[in-house]
């Protein structure tokens, strides 16, 4: 599910065409915004695409489940509430990337470059994207994989998104991969985790 640029959608595309997704493949792209540049990608691909603001939330749970046979939801730089229907539909099977270490730098209006701005302003010497399970409560789920992204003197919030969005597109395909793998396990009290051979 896609808003914009799609650059961790293509990561994601790219990982699953070189056999790296866990055996996933991406059958669909939901867009709140038909036309941005995820749009386009998947249309220049020949992969299905949902324009999220023509169904309601039971609806499109059940297009993309039934319809679309999918199994796992990634959320890639989508900018709208997931509707309560989907997150029960998909619950422990879907997926958002962050561009900071949550649980900080997170929730309502931390989003796009005032996510860096604010690290840059804390004086935070590490950042780093998050991927975590999806809640009806913006950053708030289960948190699954992080990777550390050294906060430099010089950076600002451009130079750091940039750093941090390389290592989104590496964390994100790795997580998703163990994620249709089946290789994510849970702890007894609600916490996600797998093998990264680490
Ligand atoms: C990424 O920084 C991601 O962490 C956030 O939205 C941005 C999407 O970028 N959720 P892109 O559209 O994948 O290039």
């Not at 293509?10 to 790296?20: F, P, Q, Y």
């Not at 695409?49 to 489940?65: H, I, K, Y």
């Not at 990777?147 to 994100?172: F, G, I, Q």
Request: proline share 6%; charged share 20%.
């Amino acid at each position: 599910m896609v808003s914009g640029g799609g650059s961790n959608l293509r990561a994601l595309h790219a990982a699953a065409e070189r056999g790296a997704l866990g055996g996933g493949e991406i059958v669909v792209v939901v867009s709140d915004r038909p036309g941005c540049s995820g749009w386009a990608f998947a249309e220049e691909r020949g992969i299905a695409t949902v324009d999220f603001s023509s169904l309601d939330g039971p609806a499109l749970a059940a297009a993309l489940a039934e319809t679309h046979g999918v199994d796992v939801v990634l959320l890639a730089g989508f900018l709208k509430l997931v509707p309560a229907p989907l997150c029960e539909r998909f619950e422990r099977a879907m997926l958002n990337i962050h561009p900071a270490l949550l649980p900080a730098f997170g929730g309502k209006g931390f989003y796009g470059e005032r996510v860096h701005a604010a690290v840059v302003a804390s004086g935070a010497r590490v950042s780093g994207p998050t991927v975590h399970f999806v809640t009806s409560e913006y950053d708030r789920g289960p948190i699954l994989a992080q990777r550390a992204v050294r906060v430099l003197p010089t950076d600002t919030a451009p130079s750091l998104a940039a750093r941090v969005l390389e290592a989104e597109h590496e964390l994100y395909a790795e997580a998703a991969a163990a994620l249709c793998a089946g290789r994510v396990v849970w702890r007894e009290d609600g916490v996600p985790y797998y093998d990264d051979g680490a």
